[in-house]
């Protein structure tokens, strides 16, 4: 296959279930002149380094996830949004080979307006920390410990919502007061939630 990196063919060796869907999807993406790595695991494909499209599987589903899908134009309406807290990415689901076969002039039109997207320097505007629900149980510990409001004040953006969600997702107080005191000393030493 033109333009593969073999850092990635074991990808498309190991997944069983969506081999033929994922097979596909790698070829309609180096068709498209992309540059074919292994980011997070999972074969991404970039354009003069910044990342385009990745492909990624799931137990129901495999999907090509678009790295700033939010900004695309979606004539289709195929492009799904994962979870309610993803800002930026939007996935095209796939459950079986024929979806994707249907798909494959659409698929390469969608890569290139995102690659479009990146020759125009666009940029997400991404919702401030600030901006998202904070557990009562972490504001309690913010407000009774400077040092812990000064290292979570110094973490980057994504690190605070992270935790944020992390924080706030619990159900129960006693689950987000636990959450809260496990992450503490991560939080002191400048770690993000995954880190």
């Not at 990808?11 to 969506?18: I, L, P």
């Not at 990745?54 to 004539?75: N, Q, R, T, W």
């Not at 690190?159 to 129960?172: E, G, I, N, P, V």
Request: charged residues 30%.
């Amino acid at each position: 296959m033109t333009g593969s990196n073999p850092k990635v063919d074991f990808y498309f060796s190991k997944n069983e279930k969506w081999q033929k869907e994922i097979e596909l999807m790698r070829s309609i993406a180096l068709d498209c002149m992309l540059s074919e790595e292994l980011k997070w695991g999972v074969p991404c494909y970039t354009f003069q380094q910044s990342n385009i499209v990745l492909i990624h599987v799931f137990k129901e589903y495999c999907a090509f996830l678009f790295f700033k899908g939010v900004l695309m134009s979606d004539p289709k309406g195929i492009l799904i949004q994962q979870t309610e807290n993803v800002q930026s990415a939007r996935q095209v689901r796939f459950t079986h080979v024929k979806e994707v076969k249907a798909l494959k002039d659409v698929l390469k039109a969608y890569i290139f307006e995102a690659i479009e997207i990146e020759k125009a320097g666009l940029k997400v505007e991404m919702k401030k920390p600030a901006e998202f629900a904070m557990a009562e149980e972490f504001e309690t510990e913010l407000n009774k410990n400077p040092a812990l409001k000064t290292a979570f004040e110094a973490l980057t953006p994504g690190r605070q919502r992270a935790y944020l969600l992390h924080f706030s997702s619990a159900r129960q107080s006693k689950t987000r007061t636990s959450r809260v005191e496990k992450s503490i000393p991560d939080i002191l030493k400048g770690k993000g939630l995954n880190d």
